[in-house]
């Protein structure tokens, strides 16, 4: 079984930032994509971030140069950095892993949600 364990959400003003983590733990072999996510109030969830096995990075323009997608490998982690937040990041964030299991299966975990709040 794999678990997602979220943190780092909280309440910042705007021009701060804050760096939210996603520990994955379980019977991971590899990771295929590791990702973060966000729904703000009364909107779909949509797409922040994601990197790839490979390192790929993929970014949601409107957090371009200011948010940074990393992960560890050593501790089943992958972080995001947000600088520069502003109101329009509040949210919800969810992360998102698709990893390959030591059992030879392929899974999706979503984690549990952490609230960001950025106030003006």
């Known amino acids: 079984q794999v678990r997602l364990v979220e943190s780092g959400g909280g309440l910042v003003q705007t021009g701060g930032s804050l760096r939210l983590s996603c520990a994955a733990s379980?019977?991971?072999?590899?990771?295929?994509?590791m990702g973060w996510y966000r729904q703000p109030p009364g909107k779909q969830r949509e797409l922040v971030a994601t990197?790839?096995?490979?390192?790929?990075?993929n970014y949601a323009d409107s957090v371009k140069g200011r948010f940074t997608i990393s992960r560890d490998n050593a501790k089943n982690t992958v972080y995001l950095q947000m600088n520069s937040l502003k109101p329009e990041d509040t949210a919800v964030y969810y992360c998102?892993?698709?990893?390959?299991?030591?059992?030879?299966?392929?899974?999706?975990?979503w984690g549990q949600g952490t609230q960001v709040t950025v106030s003006s």
């Open positions: 379980g019977s991971i072999a590899s990771f295929n994509l």
């Open positions: 990197i790839t096995g490979g390192g790929s990075t």
């Open positions: 998102y892993v698709d990893v390959f299991t030591m059992f030879m299966t392929r899974l999706n975990r």
